[in-house]
């Protein structure tokens, strides 16, 4: 089966660090650009960040930027996702995806375009 699939998630409290990763399955992740995604309760599914198949540049939300950190190791096929000085808001399912453009589609509206999904990992930020 042809799926990314994201490491176990967890109970972090606020302040504190969590790195998940994203492992293909089935196919190369040199192909793709790998976004990472959440959705929280009651909300909406968001784009938190991305990083380029074709020049390894890296696209965070505000949400994030400055407190995650994306990191490929092609050799693993595995993508990977820092998130440092978690708060409350954080909690949520993180999905990755596979964009077969450099980033475009997970810096847009509209994620119908991006091809491979995981299941998704549940993120909890809580004391």
């Known amino acids: 089966q042809v799926q990314p699939v994201e490491s176990v998630g967890g109970l972090v409290q606020p302040g504190g660090s969590l790195r998940l990763s994203c492992a293909a399955s089935g196919f190369s992740l040199d192909h793709y650009s790998v976004g990472w995604f959440r959705q929280a309760p009651g909300k909406e599914r968001e784009a938190i960040s991305c990083?380029?198949?074709?020049?390894?540049?890296?696209y965070y939300s505000p949400a994030v930027k400055g407190r995650f950190t994306l990191s490929r190791d092609n050799a693993k096929n595995t993508v990977y996702l820092q998130m440092n000085r978690l708060i409350h808001g954080d909690t949520a399912v993180y999905y990755c995806?596979?964009?077969?453009?450099?980033?475009?589609?997970?810096?847009?509206?509209?994620?119908?375009?991006?091809?491979?999904w995981g299941k998704g990992t549940l993120v909890t930020i809580s004391s």
């Open positions: 990083i380029s198949h074709t020049d390894g540049n890296t």
């Open positions: 995806a596979t964009d077969p453009t450099p980033c475009t589609v997970v810096a847009g509206d509209d994620y119908s375009g991006m091809e491979h």
